[in-house]
C-alpha cells in the first residue's frame, strides 16, 4: 500500500528555519496531479491541526497561526511534497505530519479527511 514519508524535522532556535520533506512509497502512485495535499501537526496534549493545503489547480490554503511563515509546495513533477517553515517560534514545536487525497474538492481548512498520512517528524523550536 502507499505510504507517506516525512522527513527534514530536527531542533532550532527561534526565528530559525526547517523545510520539511514528503516522500511517497508503494506501488500505486504516479503523482499528486489531481490529489489534494496538506500538511498538519498536532503539539504535546493538544489536537491536530491544520496548516496547509495544497490544491491540484494550485489554490493554497494556510491556517492563521502559520500565513505568512509556511509555505507549502510539491516539486515539478508533482511527486514530493515540502514545507518551508521561516521564522520558527516556540508554539510551533510539535509532530508534523503530511497528508494527501485523491478526493481533491474543497483542498482547504478545515478539511481532515485525507486517504494517507505519513508517520510524523517532530520539530522542536526553542526559546
Known amino acids: 500500500q502507499m505510504q507517506l514519508v516525512e522527513s527534514g524535522g530536527g531542533s532550532v532556535q527561534t526565528g530559525g528555519s526547517l523545510r520539511l520533506s514528503c516522500g511517497v512509497s508503494g506501488d500505486s502512485f504516479t503523482s499528486f496531479n489531481y490529489w489534494c495535499v496538506a500538511w498538519f501537526r498536532q503539539a504535546q496534549g493538544q489536537e491536530r491541526e491544520g496548516l496547509a493545503f495544497?490544491?491540484?489547480?494550485?489554490?493554497?490554503d494556510y491556517a492563521d497561526s502559520v500565513k505568512g511563515r509556511f509555505t507549502i509546495a510539491t516539486d515539478n513533477a508533482k511527486t514530493t511534497l515540502s514545507l518551508q517553515m521561516n521564522n520558527l517560534k516556540p508554539e510551533d514545536t510539535a509532530i508534523y505530519y503530511c497528508?494527501?487525497?485523491?478526493?481533491?474538492?474543497?483542498?482547504?481548512?478545515?478539511?481532515?479527511?485525507?486517504?494517507?498520512w505519513g508517520q510524523g517528524t517532530q520539530v522542536t523550536v526553542s526559546s
Open positions: 495544497l490544491s491540484p489547480s494550485g489554490t493554497t
Open positions: 497528508a494527501a487525497s485523491v478526493v481533491w474538492g474543497d483542498c482547504r481548512a478545515p478539511r481532515t479527511d485525507f486517504d494517507y
